[in-house]
């Protein structure tokens, strides 16, 4: 079955920092990967796409790498901040066969000031 | 912004009663989802809507629960008979498109807190 893995320690880096986080799958050839960022008692808010024909795709201090040979993609926020501190979940489409996205258990970054 | 409303924010029920928890998606969005988080788990998929009926569906989606649009503008979970295992953060969502060449991009709302006692 599908399986997507996210660190699940907390990364903790110092505000300035380059922060990285990683989603590996498994088991599937998706389509297309989001990124989502989740505060404390939130839902979800979505921050990134990239497709299966894309390397990387950049928004602001953000970035995303999409290797679909090592079935991972990396999720950068360059010049981090307090303000970036949140879990960041992974996001797949369904294996039904269905784009129903379905998550990761998300990684914690802590940024401290 | 437009943005998915929720309410109640959170509800307290006891083991046995039935829930309905209330959904207000974006305006112009076609699919409707539900959502659960169990406190420290991963947010999970429950049920998906689209053209007054269910389009997709998972596991932890069973008899117990039901989905309904009984207007223009709300979309509503109903759990029949809850059970302990029930507590969690349910989330609302919405999107434009079902994928594809489109893509998910779902939209959230701030989520129902369900306790069951």
Redesign the interface.
Known sequence: SQKIEQNSEALNIQEGKTATLTCNYTNYSP??L?WYR?DP??????LL?I?ENEKEKRKERLKVTFDTTLKQSLFHITASQPADSATY?CAL??T?G?????????TSLIVHP | EPEVTQTPSHQVTQMGQEVILRCVPISNHLYFYWYRQILGQKVEFLVSFYNNEISEKSEIFDDQFSVERPDGSNFTLKIRSTKLEDSAMYFCASSEGAGGSGANVLTFGAGSRLTVL
């Open positions: 389509a297309y989001q989740q008692g939130r839902g979800p808010v979505f796409l497709r979940l489409p369904w039904g269905s784009y129903i996205p379905t998550f990761g258990r998300g």
